[in-house]
């Protein structure tokens, strides 16, 4: 199975700061078909996940664009421009370039 | 709106099976595959697998090869994930999710169920 593995894995961030994920995978995700199979998803406080970023850098339908994903190959970063309240909760990693899809162990983020 | 609403928490003894619902509304059910996630307490998320709404065929975790099935009714729009020989490490939330997507590779879930805890203890 492909290892999914988050920098760091808890963030305090001051409202109104930016705020980075880093996420490694052990082999590429890079498909033959040129697209790269990362994704993105927070987890708020007794809420189910969500689906932020899709294919490393795609926005998902109504995500703000403080919201970014970059990367390739075997590294990727999320990033958060401007942190806000809303923003607190678990983000995950998750690779979908072969099965099974697995997951990172999640990085949760704080407000100071 | 899209919405995917599951049953209830269970509580299950070890040995015993359980068998979670989610009914899915709001958008055409058959266009798209529901994956199952699970998170135990305090964990991650874990792939279950997926099924196909339109077909039926299903993609296991090799973990649970075995012991788990999901099934689909197009008549009721739901979608069933049965796991069997239950174990205390099978304690976790239970998440479906749509998946958008129709290969093994490429996919993504939203949204995703409320999410059903099941416990098991003797």
């Known amino acids: 199975d492909t290892v999914m593995t988050q920098t760091p894995l808890s963030l305090s961030v001051t409202p109104g700061q930016p705020a980075s994920i880093s996420c490694k995978s052990s082999q590429s995700l890079l498909h033959t078909n040129g697209k790269t199979f990362l994704y993105w998803y927070l987890q708020r406080p007794g809420q189910s996940p969500q689906l932020l970023i899709y294919?490393?850098?795609n926005r998902f339908s109504g995500v703000p664009d403080r919201f970014s994903g970059s990367g390739s190959g075997t590294e990727f970063t999320l990033k958060i421009s401007r942190v806000e309240a809303e923003d607190v909760g678990l983000y995950y990693c998750m690779q979908n370039l072969q099965l099974p899809p697995t997951f990172g162990q999640g990085t949760k983020v704080e407000i100071k | 709106q899209v919405q995917l609403v599951q049953s209830g928490a269970e509580v299950k003894k070890p040995g015993a099976s359980m068998k979670v619902s989610c009914k899915a509304s709001g958008y055409s059910f058959s266009n798209y595959g529901i994956t199952w996630v699970r998170q135990a307490p305090g964990q991650g998320l874990e792939w279950m697998g997926w099924?196909?709404?339109?077909?039926?065929?299903?993609n296991y975790a090799q973990k649970l090869q075995g012991r788990v099935t999901m099934t689909t009714d197009t008549s009721t729009n739901t979608v069933y994930m049965e796991l069997r020989s239950l174990r205390s490490d099978d304690t976790a939330v239970y998440y479906c999710a749509r998946r958008f997507g129709d290969y093994v590779w490429g996919s993504w879930f939203d949204p995703w169920g409320q999410g059903t805890l099941v416990t098991v203890s003797s």
């Open positions: 294919e490393v850098s």
């Open positions: 099924i196909s709404t339109y077909n039926g065929n299903a």
